[in-house]
């Protein structure tokens, strides 16, 4: 009778300890923040600094968890997924409005009430500085003289620097032989080595060889000069309409509360638009470009059917 | 400033605190199967952004070398390998635990990681420019020629049945092609499931294989009347005799440089770096028939080898900027946040630092001597509790660790498919080792065979014609047909008499 | 009792053969001579069918019994299956039942298949369950 008394006593205590919440206002307990990328990368630091920074305004802990696989898709669909309670928030990244096109999820920006946009990366389309393309147009003439020889590598079909490069053959009618690998930084190491003719990725992945002089950016995808390297002019200042960036946000499931998406709206821009943030963006080499839910949402939806013609016309759809 | 003024800098009891610090949770991290040395790097990050730079290397430093070390501990104890560096570790080092041996298991698996870690951290410091360039030459059709060189050792790890070995190497390798194609990212066997496009991650089956599998084995053929997985309680000697130092000599010299190299190319790391070691030591010893029975030799090179990729590792990402492996991508987002740009331009800017940042790496090494030598009396307490009481933490730890890897359930049933698979395939004499290579080295092989021929439009002469592609590519086959040649010979022999 | 050999080499080669059929589907090889998708798991699938069929052969001539029953093992039977078995219904209640309460029942269960006391059963399920909340939620900030 005895141990079985005890057995209960334990049990009592461990359900009680798990169903205690009294009522009170949001929030009230602990906040998810659902990452879709690995501990270490961009999208990781920018979500995990903002979360820290969340944590100061809400009073509770906001906890980052990485949730990995298919392009974001499985972060993404998890939190379209949870309870519209304001405790699962999720990070959502330019793979957001691309992984319907791909056919990885079914997802679009409408599925969420979008929070803010945090940073905007351009693609960076690099060469080796020993290579003989001084600018974009010497690279356009050879690749247009001998077309599917220029080895272009990506990070990953499908990706968004992938479909930068598809996006410049698209304006600017050449053909590349796309080489995809396993992310940015291999594809950026074959470059060094020799192995590939040009890549486009993030600025900052190639910043290191563009201050040893190994590398030479041409150009920048986006719709300004990226912060990172000024010097560089923007594929539009070449007379090529190639807009192709990265970019991430914050959004939660569809259907906040009032109350509650009003303070996580508020607690994210003033995350987003702190100094500490900003700084972080400068150093890790990302365009701060925070955009209220309005806007973001407006950005969204372009991008969302600007991918959602592009990738199709590129034969990406699996 | 000079190395002395850096060296007492570091000493500085504000940096050097930090260093234990790290080593010691490194311990802790590395030692617990699931939480790996990239994941503890990234979780330990944020905390030293309001540290100076030197000090929160120093403590990223720690973790990182003593993260790897501490893999092997749980590998020796339990035959569960922490971090997927420590695959080969369990090899040789569970099988001395069961002989009582497990002092020596310890001292030997503190002792030459220490001695990899050092021999890497001082060609991170001689040699850095000349070794990151040579890794640079590492394009798809040189990783294609190494993974088929690491597949080859498939016939080495296969124990008692080659065919066994062969076939469920292949199953691995069959099944490291789902997910998503690593070239044209068309899915494969994913069945419209988003959580299988990933593919089958690698830690939870490794875990599932080794800690569960392991687990249920011993559940199996348990005998009550033995109290604790050791037959006797105590720890035997900790240090190896000189005779037995001497013998190590030749073959953990070779690794140490192999493990160097192999930890300066990108994308390959620990894991692969131990087994091509463990492989290359058997060839050369003059007992390979105890490898995967205890042997020292096996078991000193594996441990030598995890810790020996650190410095090749860091070469690469401090000289190129280019991650050596998943922990040193982790480590550029630091150093990026500190305002430093690793590359080239890091060893004029911010040469101090660069300066400090190998000293630590040497000091990292000596902290995890002391920890290591004076823990493995402590550990081995571990081993003197009941057997139940292990089996029921191994049991609930790997459920944890396959889920904290990434939230993801879908994991955790993979790990307890693998643990149960794991059962069958020790009963039925199936060695896990091919299965692992497989598993591992599916879509280096893989995807860098139809990159390369990408890069080729399609001509297969992109293999013949590049030096380090044809060096790797004949070591591939010969270390392929040497066994079978010895095999077939002693055969023969048997036939005559 | 059949011989383990030959199921296994059965259950392999029929793995193979459904991996073959379902790559058949897969996406074609450029005209230029790179494998496409199905490629390399085509060869893998060949090949796994081959050795299998050897196995299944070998199987058949030499009939070595792997899991024997014996005087020691056969009392390991029944916990080997409960250890599954608790297990399967831990990983199975993953999703409903908050974690704490899964750790600590799941430890309570392995406790009384390993024919533990019942007081030290509980302060040790309990104990447990505790402190790895602990680490793993407070400290690495892992959701369990």
Not at chain 2, 186 to 192: A, E, K, L, N
Not at chain 2, 354 to 380: E, P, T
Request: charged residues 15%.
């Amino acid at each position: 009778m005895k141990k079985v008394f005890v057995v209960m006593l334990v049990l009592v205590l461990v359900v009680s300890m798990i169903g205690c919440s009294a009522a009170q206002k949001y929030p009230k307990k602990q906040i998810t923040l659902v990452i879709q990328a690995a501990p270490g990368g961009a999208s990781d630091t920018v979500s995990r600094t903002v979360a820290g920074l969340m944590e100061k305004k809400l009073g509770v802990p906001v906890v980052g968890v990485n949730k990995t696989g298919a392009a974001g898709s499985v972060a993404m669909s998890y939190v379209k997924e949870s309870k519209a309670d304001g405790y699962t928030i999720g990070y959502v990244p330019v793979e957001l409005s691309m992984v319907k096109a791909l056919g990885y999820a079914d997802i679009s920006p409408k599925d969420y009430d979008l929070l803010g946009r945090a940073i905007v990366i351009p693609a960076a389309v690099t060469v080796k500085s020993d290579s003989p393309w001084k600018t974009l147009d010497d690279l356009i003439a050879y690749a247009k003289e001998n077309p599917s020889k220029l080895k272009a590598g990506n990070s990953g079909t499908g990706s968004i620097w992938h479909i930068a490069a598809c996006a410049l053959e698209d304006t600017s009618g050449i053909k590349l032989n796309h080489v995809p690998f396993d992310g940015a930084a291999p594809a950026v190491a074959a470059l060094l080595g020799g192995h590939v003719d040009v890549v486009t990725v993030s600025p900052s992945e190639v910043l290191s060889g563009v201050k040893s002089g190994e590398l030479r950016v041409l150009g920048v995808m986006g719709a300004e000069r990226s912060a990172l390297i000024p010097d560089v002019p923007t594929l539009k200042e070449s007379g090529l309409n190639a807009n192709v960036v990265a970019w991430g946000g914050f959004a939660a499931p569809k259907g906040l509360p009032k109350e509650v998406r009003e303070k996580l709206i508020e607690s994210v821009k003033e995350a987003i638009n702190s100094d500490d943030f900003k700084n972080l963006c400068e150093k890790r080499g990302m365009d701060h470009a925070y955009q209220d839910p309005g806007e973001f949402e407006k950005f969204a939806t372009e991008q969302f059917d600007f991918y959602n013609t592009l990738i199709p016309k590129l034969g990406l759809k699996k | 400033m000079e190395w002395l003024d850096i060296l007492s800098n570091v000493l500085h009891p504000s940096v050097s605190v930090y260093l234990v610090i790290g080593v010691l949770v490194g311990v802790g991290i590395g030692t617990l199967p699931g939480l790996t040395a990239t994941m503890a790097v990234a979780i330990l990050t944020p905390l030293t952004f309001w540290l100076q730079p030197e000090q929160g290397f120093a403590m990223l430093i720690g973790v990182y070398n003593s993260a790897i070390f501490a893999g092997g501990i749980s590998a020796i104890l339990i035959n569960t390998p922490g971090t997927p560096a420590s695959i080969a570790t369990s090899f040789d080092g569970f099988a001395m635990t069961r002989k009582g041996e497990v002092g020596l298991a310890l001292g030997i698996n503190t002792i030459y990681s220490v001695i990899g870690g050092l021999f890497s951290s001082f060609v991170l410091i001689i040699a850095a420019f000349p070794l990151a360039r040579f890794a640079l030459k590492f394009g798809p059709a040189e990783y294609f020629a190494l993974a088929i060189f690491g597949l080859s050792m498939m016939i080495s790890v296969s124990e008692k049945s080659i065919l066994k070995g062969l076939l469920i190497g292949t199953l691995g390798l069959l099944i490291s092609t789902i997910g998503l194609d690593p070239m044209l990212s068309s899915p494969r066997y994913t069945f419209g499931n988003i959580h299988l496009m990933e593919g089958i991650s690698f830690i939870p089956v490794m875990i599932g294989l080794f800690g569960v599998g392991e687990v249920l084995h011993q559940i199996f053929e348990n005998d009550q009347k033995v109290r604790s997985i050791m037959a006797d309680n105590t720890i035997g000697r900790i240090f190896p005799t000189l005779g037995e130092v001497k013998r190590l000599l030749p073959s953990t010299a070779l690794s140490s440089v192999i493990s160097v190299v192999t930890g300066a190319i990108p994308g390959a790391g620990g894991d692969i770096a131990s087994i091509i070691c463990w492989d290359q030591a058997k060839r050369m010893s003059k007992k390979p028939e105890e490898f995967g029975e205890g042997s020292i030799e096996g078991l000193a090179n594996t441990c030598l080898a995890n810790n020996g990729v650190i410095g090749g590792a860091m070469t690469t990402m401090l000289t190129l900027g280019i991650p050596g492996d998943a922990v040193t991508a982790v480590l550029i987002g630091s150093l990026m946040m500190y305002g430093m740009q690793p590359g080239p331009r890091l060893f004029v800017e911010h040469a101090d630092f660069v300066k400090r940042f190998m000293l630590l790496m040497v000091l990292a090494n000596i902290v995890i001597l002391f920890v290591g030598l004076l823990g493995a009396k402590l550990s081995v307490k571990i081993l003197k509790v009941k057997k139940e009481i292990i089996w029921m933490l191994v049991l609930l730890l790997c459920v944890i660790g396959s889920y904290a890897l990434n939230s993801s359930f879908v994991d955790v049933v993979v790990m307890s498919v693998a643990g149960i698979l794991g059962f069958f395939f020790r009963k039925m004499e199936f060695p896990l080792g091919p299965f692992i290579l497989g598993m591992l080295l599916g879509r280096l092989g893989e995807s860098n065979l139809r990159r390369a021929l990408a890069l080729s439009q399609g001509s297969y002469s992109i293999f013949i014609t590049k030096p380090i592609t044809i060096i790797l590519l004949i070591a591939a086959i010969l270390s392929i047909v040497i066994p079978l040649i010895k095999e077939f010979n002693k055969k023969k022999t048997v036939q005559i008499h | 009792m059949i011989n383990a050999d030959i199921i296994f080499g059965s259950i392999s080669s029929l793995i193979s053969i459904l991996f073959y059929v379902v790559s058949l589907s897969f996406p074609k090889g450029t005209t230029d001579g790179i494998p496409g998708p199905g490629y390399f798991p085509q060869l893998m699938a060949v090949i796994i069918f081959v050795l299998s069929i050897i196995l299944i052969v070998s199987g058949i001539k030499n009939k070595k019994r792997y899991i024997v029953l014996n005087e020691k093992t056969s009392k390991n039977v029944k916990p080997l299956i409960l250890t599954i078995a608790a297990m399967g219904c831990f990983i199975g209640l993953w999703e409903f039942i908050p974690f704490i309460l899964g750790a600590f029942l799941y430890l309570l269960i392995l406790n009384i298949i390993f024919k533990q006391k019942l007081k030290f059963a509980v302060i040790f399920a309990a104990t447990t369950t505790a402190v790895i909340y602990f680490i793993f939620v407070n400290i690495f900030h892992i959701m369990l």
